[in-house]
């Protein structure tokens, strides 16, 4: 269940997810212009507001996860099976973590 949340988590940071977006959007305009009030604006800003800030966080993770994986390459010493550790699971990744701090003694 975990993978296909993040697979999920994912997806919303793709332009895919913006254009399902107009479509609906779209799609209430044309079908249901009289039910558009207030409420309706403050949904549809608040779904496109939580897209953009998805598809950023996404962006900027996958910059961290780039610069991480290129300091991994570069020191000598360094667990290379760290590089794919962000393609696990949540709870794998911070199994991962606990070991780290069990093995560092913190």
């Known amino acids: 269940m975990g993978h296909v949340l993040t697979s999920l988590g994912e ?3 793709r332009p895919i997810a913006f254009v399902l977006f107009a479509i ?20 549809l800003a608040t779904w496109f507001m939580t897209l953009l800030i998805q598809r950023a966080e996404h962006r900027d993770t996958q910059a961290i996860h780039a610069k991480l994986d290129e300091l991994l390459r570069a020191v000598d010493g360094a667990r290379k099976d760290l590089g794919r550790v962000d ?4 709870e794998e990744v911070e199994e991962e973590r606990e070991r780290a701090h069990a093995k560092a003694g913190t």
């Open 11 to 13: 997806l919303t940071a």
């Open 87 to 90: 393609e696990e699971d949540v």
């Open 24 to 43: 609906y959007a779209g799609c209430w305009i044309v079908f249901s212009p009289r039910t558009l009030e207030w409420h309706g604006v403050a949904t």
